[in-house]
């Protein structure tokens, strides 16, 4: 009887192992739900396409880093290709080797239309750049030596600002009605017999040693290591009309203004996000536009 009692108790003690190994495992088993839903939850997002942008390395391309995530987000990997210059990011998107550029202004959008024989338009405002004249061989707007050179872009909308920027500050009188077409042919009156010499836009920094004064589109300034707000001896202001005459657009080829990709690169660069990152990192030299 006591060997069949120590069988029992054995054969008890046995039983209540198991249970208790299996009540375990039960219980690790009964939290592979919530591991299934939350794997399920953080699945990558379906990928619907690749939005191509051309971009003018700074502040473009930096801008439009801010949004890959949210892009990715959307369903849409951002892709971006930077160039140095003015007329590869429109040719790229006219023929469709890009979906969008992120670069320009719509004065330059249009002169360049109407050169080129594209169709491209704008879809949206992102920021405002202001055109500022920074010193080189000379540091004193106010007094500019007789004889000075003052160098500026070349293309047909940013000399012209450019121009207008040096008769707000009283250097040149620009012929009445010249406008966003005006070149140094327009200059009628020079007291200070000043040399305006025309650059293609990217290689006027280069030339700061070489003249007394440049006056640089934003990018470019940035891409210098100028900062409009502390370095520049005279800019366009904030709330001058040239803020949004020359805001840079997002551009896109006639016909694709309502793609949803589009739509998507819009929203994401209009964000408060973006706003925030702009006001951040570039203090004055780049604005964001609501």
């Known amino acids: 009887m ?10 008890l003690v046995v039983i209540f192992a198991l249970g208790t190994v299996v009540g375990c495992q039960n219980k690790e088993q009964s939290n592979e739900p919530s591991g299934e839903v939350e794997n399920k939850d953080s699945a990558e997002v379906e990928i619907k396409g690749t939005i191509k942008v051309a971009a003018s390395p700074t502040p473009h391309a930096e801008i439009l880093e801010q949004v890959r995530e949210d892009l990715l987000a959307k369903g849409y990997e951002l892709e971006i290709t930077e160039f140095t210059d003015y007329v590869q990011p429109n040719l790229v998107v006219d023929s469709g080797d890009m979906d969008a550029n992120f670069f320009q202004h719509k004065p330059y959008l249009d002169d360049f239309n109407a050169e080129q024989g594209t169709k491209l338009v704008s879809v949206a405002s992102i920021h405002y750049e202001p055109l500022a004249i920074y010193p080189g061989k ?8 007789n004889g000075a050179s003052i160098a500026v872009p070349n293309d047909t909308t940013n000399e012209a600002r450019a121009l207008l920027l040096l008769e707000s500050n009283g250097l040149i009188k620009m012929k009445e009605g010249a406008g966003l077409t005006a070149t ?3 200059i009628v009156e020079n007291p200070k017999n000043i040399e305006i010499v025309e650059l293609e836009a990217a290689q006027v920094s280069r030339v700061i040693g070489e003249v007394d004064f440049v006056v640089l589109n934003g990018n470019y300034a940035l891409n210098a290591g100028f900062n409009v707000a502390t370095d520049s001896v005279a800019k ?7 803020a949004q005459t020359y805001a840079n657009i997002i551009c896109v080829k006639e016909g694709d203004e309502e793609r949803e990709d589009i739509k998507a690169l819009v929203e994401a660069l209009k964000s408060e996000k973006v706003k925030q990152f702009i006001a951040d990192t570039y203090e004055g030299a780049v604005i964001a536009i609501d």
Do not use: W
């Open 2 to 11: 006591k060997k069949f009692k120590k069988i029992l108790l054995i054969g």
């Open 236 to 242: 366009e202001e904030q709330d001058s009309e040239a």
């Open 184 to 186: 140094k042919n327009d």
């Open 138 to 145: 000379s540091t004193d707007i106010a007094n500019v030596p």
